[in-house]
């Protein structure tokens, strides 16, 4: 049994832990600046410190203090130590399952991922957040910067840049599983809106694998602009709150956690409406709430991400009582959930 000193010990380490999480994050944007795990993955072999060091971007005065931030990321499972010989004092580096996901080539990459989250305009709406429970602004984005996050991206080129290529990182590997594992999605179908597609990483892998699918990319005008089409991918500027065009099947990735349940029954209606045939559906790739005890680590992403789109939208991520409630309103009448493609899920919906 523990002593009274011993709880309050574990107690202070618990909360020194989550004050300084943001050290995790902001040194792994560090060693990604620096490329360090593009350059381990080039030597081919497990890396000694010294030439790490001596491959890097860095001023000869800073040398010394590489180990030290190697330290913390091999803590935290970017990195693996590897002692070649019992009595070889230099460490050498390998890189773990997390850190290939950071590499620059990698086809499921999350460098840039991490670039938008740690970005100052993604940062600063968090030193809002206290103040917005006392204001009428909708999100504490605004508060930050009197403005929405889409008439941000709008007005801001480079972190409308730096956004689309996070989601595009995102979506090509989603999209590689979700053909890979669920080909039956798109059998039968001819025709296929891919709404707030973006950049249409989505719609291409989807129509290369199935070539007699022709696939729209909806998303807003300053999105597509100037973004060339193929012989069965074409782009549309539009507003989903105004007008979706038809297609045997829509498809919404990641799009309704942004917004709240009224303005994802508008989406669901305009998607229903543009539903051109009897058998045709809807395709909902997004997250669905779990609360698995024996899997705390996904727990805990979930409710990160809950409390990102609290912060930057209106929306939130939803159970599946939550999702039935939104697609009952929207007037249909039967929905099917499939799990765990990683951290999201689909769920095909009919009229």
């Given at each position: ?140 984005f605004h508060t930050q910067n009197g403005m929405t996050f889409w008439d941000l991206a709008t007005c801001e080129p480079k972190f409308n840049k730096l956004f ?32 707030g597609g973006g950049t249409g990483t989505m719609a291409k892998v989807i129509a290369k694998s199935f070539p007699q699918l022709k696939c729209t990319v909806l ?116 929905y099917k959930i499939t799990p765990s493609v990683g951290l999201v899920s689909i769920i095909e919906v009919c009229p």
């Amino acid at each position: 049994m523990e002593s009274h000193g011993e709880e309050l010990l574990r107690a202070q380490t618990h909360v020194w832990n989550h004050i300084f999480k943001f050290i995790s994050s902001m040194s792994l944007r560090c060693a990604i600046d620096l490329g360090i795990p593009d350059v381990i993955h080039s030597y081919g072999q497990p890396m000694p410190l010294s030439e790490l060091i001596a491959s890097l971007p860095i001023h000869h005065a800073k040398t010394c203090f590489i180990y030290r931030l190697m330290r913390i990321l091999t803590h935290s499972g970017f990195f693996s130590e590897h002692n070649v010989t019992e009595n070889e004092l230099e460490v050498r580096y390998v890189l773990t399952d997390a850190s290939k996901l950071l590499l620059k080539d990698h086809h499921s990459g999350m460098s840039s991922l991490l670039q938008l989250i740690v970005d100052p305009v993604y940062i600063n709406p968090w030193f809002q957040f206290s103040n917005w429970f006392t204001n009428e602004d909708p999100t504490p984005f605004h508060t930050q910067n009197g403005m929405t996050f889409w008439d941000l991206a709008t007005c801001e080129p480079k972190f409308n840049k730096l956004f689309n290529e996070a989601m595009a990182s995102h979506t090509e590997w989603v999209s590689s599983v979700v053909v890979e594992k669920c080909k039956g999605l798109f059998k039968g179908l001819e025709s296929l809106v891919d709404v707030g597609g973006g950049t249409g990483t989505m719609a291409k892998v989807i129509a290369k694998s199935f070539p007699q699918l022709k696939c729209t990319v909806l998303d807003l005008p300053h999105v597509v602009a100037n973004l060339q089409g193929t012989e069965n991918v074409k782009y549309v500027g539009g507003d989903m709150f105004e007008a979706i065009p038809s297609a045997d099947c829509i498809m919404l990735k990641w799009v309704l956690h942004n917004w709240n349940d009224e303005e994802c029954v508008t989406i669901l209606k305009k998607c229903k409406e543009a539903i051109n045939r009897g058998d045709g559906k809807v395709i909902i790739i997004d997250l669905v709430m779990e609360n698995k005890k024996e899997d705390d680590k996904l727990t805990q992403t979930q409710l990160f991400f809950d409390m990102q789109m609290l912060v930057f939208f209106t929306g939130k991520e939803r159970n599946e009582k939550e999702w039935a409630n939104l697609i009952h309103s929207a007037g249909f009448s039967n929905y099917k959930i499939t799990p765990s493609v990683g951290l999201v899920s689909i769920i095909e919906v009919c009229p």
